[in-house]
Nanobody
Framework: VQLQAFGGGLVQAGGSLRLSCAAS????????MGWFRQAPGKEREFVAVISWGGVNTYYADSVKGRFTISRDNAKNTGYLQMNSLKPEDTAVYYC??????????????????WGQGTLVTVSS
């Protein structure tokens, strides 16, 4: 499956952005979908994951209560709604797809497909 993330941009602290991840090539509902991010000079870290059917979600503690992951399998698209953004949320955000038989994971290596990333910059 090919993934394309978009929707990043520059926003002030406290603001909101919604990222999208468009999937093509294979049946989107065969995959769990995760979001990761990588800040300058840091390792890529887990942000959120959603089950193949969209029922179950899991978040990193750093974004819990501020970010919401969702998906629309009919549109082959996943989303990450980001509210109350902080300067420390500044990073390149990547969407990823993993085999649904394995289940949801916060581990990078469990994902087989990655989008190209979209930059989110939060100014103070």
């Amino acid at each position: 499956v090919q993934l394309q993330a978009f929707g990043g941009g520059l926003v002030q602290a406290g603001g909101s952005l919604r990222l999208s991840c468009a999937a093509s090539g294979r049946t989107f509902s065969n995959y769990v979908m995760g979001w990761f991010r990588q800040a300058p000079g840091k390792e890529r870290e887990f942000v959120a994951v959603i089950s193949w059917g969209g029922v179950n979600t899991y978040y990193a503690d750093s974004v819990k209560g501020r970010f919401t992951i969702s998906r629309d399998n009919a549109k082959n698209t996943g989303y990450l709604q980001m509210n109350s953004l902080k300067p420390e949320d500044t990073a390149v955000y990547y969407c990823a797809a993993g085999d649904r038989r394995i289940g949801m994971s916060a581990v990078r290596g469990m994902y087989d497909y990655w989008g190209q990333g979209t930059l989110v910059t939060v100014s103070s």
